[in-house]
Structures are given as structure tokens and as C-alpha cells.
């Protein structure tokens, strides 16, 4: 642990985050950064963010989780704890900080806005602590790969962004998101090394089981209010799904007679 700890990869983000937080709140550019942010991205166009923002949604990095129950017990049940931290710290956040949103503050025709019309708690970002934490977990919990890192890193920024660019969130919203999922993943690997859960018993398959729900429930749901992610959405419950269903068969003693299963 004591070498993962000096690693950049563990501190980096949250320090340039810390960082970031820190500047635009003490110059007081908050509005100005999310209208220039916002009017920029608007170049990409509805399709692009809307989907990307797709991907910070909780239910979605939920189901994202499943496949990694047989290959990686450290990472299921890291982002499992991780989930949860994350969204304790978000909501609770939300009810003491009650953060107008930009629909709030701005006329809609001065920025691009897409999707729901939410106009109140808007610090922090949801999105990107759900992103950050899942991102965490396998940038950190990853050894000898900085090109997937990397790539990880800058899917996880831009899907937050993307709370921007869709108009909903201010940038010290999506830096105070990255920061609780950061932290949420710090916390849900500190979590596995102390306790080392496997996956490959009733626990595992129960969670596993829920996990699965979440991405079928993907197949049908319209809970995010933007029907223009619905195929997205879609392919994703259904590959998190059957990939799902195939990990815990393989993980299962029908799978594996006379050995144990792996996980184990």
C-alpha cells in the first residue's frame, strides 16, 4: 500500500481538483467559467453530452459494476462501498448546501440547456461522483497500466463536464463531485484491503443479483428524462446484464466441478 500511496495516480486528481475548487471560488468566476464552458461545448452538439452524461448516472455506473464480479472481487465490492459513500456524501450535501441551479439564475436563451429543468440543490454534482468513484476504483486499484488510467481519467472528466455543457451544474458543482467520488473510492478500496470480501459466496451472489436488477431495469426505465440516451442506455443495461449473468454462471460450482470458484 505504502508505494500506492506516493503513486501520483492516487493523489493527483483530488489535488488538482482541490486545487481548481479553490481558485474559482476565491476569484469568483463560477458563472462566468460555466457560460463560457458551456457556450463552447455547445459545439459538439445535444447528442454528444447528453450521452456522455449518460454514464455518470447512478443506476448505469451501478451496472457497470456487475461484470467485474468473477474477474475482480477488489473492484466489486470497492465500487460497491464506494456507491454508497458517494451518495451518502452527495445527498447529504445537497440538503445542507442548497445551491440554486443555472436555470435559476440565468435566462435559458444566454446557454445551452438539455434535458430536465432543474433549478435547485445543485451543489454537488451526482454525476460526477458517481463517475469519479468508479473511475477511481480502477484507476487505482490497477497496477502497470498509465494508458488505461489515463484514458479512465479523461472519460471520467469529460463525462463531468458534461454536467456543464448540458446546463445543469456549475463547475464548483462538478469539482465538489469529483472530489466526494474520489474520496469515495479511496475509501472503498481502504475498505477491501481491510476486510477482503470475496465474491464467489452467498454474499458476492446476492449483491451480484441486485446489481443485475439495476441493469435490466436499465432496459425499460426513463428515469433520466432525456429520450435521447434511451439506445444507450439500453445497449448498456442489456450488455451489463447478460455480461453479468455470464461472470456469475462461470463463477458458480456448476461451472467449476471439483474446484473452487474463482473469487474465492
Request: with cysteine.
Amino acid at each position: 500500500m505504502s508505494k500506492l500511496a506516493r503513486s501520483a495516480w492516487v493523489w493527483g486528481p483530488p489535488v488538482l481538483a482541490l486545487a481548481l475548487f479553490s481558485l474559482v471560488a476565491v476569484t469568483g468566476t463560477n458563472h462566468r467559467i460555466f457560460l463560457a464552458l458551456n457556450r463552447a461545448g455547445a459545439v459538439l452538439g445535444e447528442s454528444f453530452w447528453v450521452n456522455l452524461t449518460l454514464l455518470g448516472d447512478g443506476a448505469v455506473a451501478l451496472a457497470l459494476v456487475v461484470p467485474s464480479i468473477r474477474r475482480s472481487p477488489r473492484c466489486f465490492w470497492s465500487a460497491l462501498i464506494a456507491a454508497v459513500i458517494a451518495g451518502v456524501l452527495v445527498q447529504g450535501m445537497k440538503k445542507i448546501v442548497n445551491v440554486p441551479r443555472p436555470l435559476a439564475v440565468f435566462d435559458p436563451a444566454v446557454f445551452a440547456h438539455w434535458g430536465p429543468a432543474y433549478k435547485a440543490v445543485s451543489f454537488p454534482s451526482g454525476h460526477a461522483a458517481a463517475i469519479f468513484a468508479l473511475a477511481g476504483i480502477w484507476i487505482m486499484g490497477v497496477e502497470r497500466a498509465n494508458l488505461l488510467r489515463a484514458l479512465l481519467l479523461g472519460l471520467a472528466v469529460l463525462v463531468s463536464l458534461s454536467r456543464i455543457m448540458v446546463g445543469v451544474h456549475w463547475p464548483l458543482d462538478v469539482l465538489g463531485g469529483m472530489l466526494a467520488g474520489w474520496c469515495a473510492a479511496l475509501t472503498g478500496l481502504a475498505a477491501y484491503r481491510r476486510w477482503g470480501w470475496k465474491t464467489a459466496n452467498r454474499a458476492g451472489f446476492a449483491a451480484g443479483i441486485v446489481l443485475l436488477v439495476v441493469a435490466a431495469a436499465l432496459l425499460v426505465s426513463r428515469h433520466i428524462g432525456i429520450p435521447a440516451v434511451l439506445p444507450l442506455q439500453r445497449t448498456l443495461g442489456a450488455v451489463c446484464l447478460v455480461w453479468g449473468l455470464w461472470e456469475m454462471y462461470l463463477m458458480s460450482p456448476r461451472a467449476q466441478p471439483g474446484r473452487h470458484p474463482k473469487g474465492e
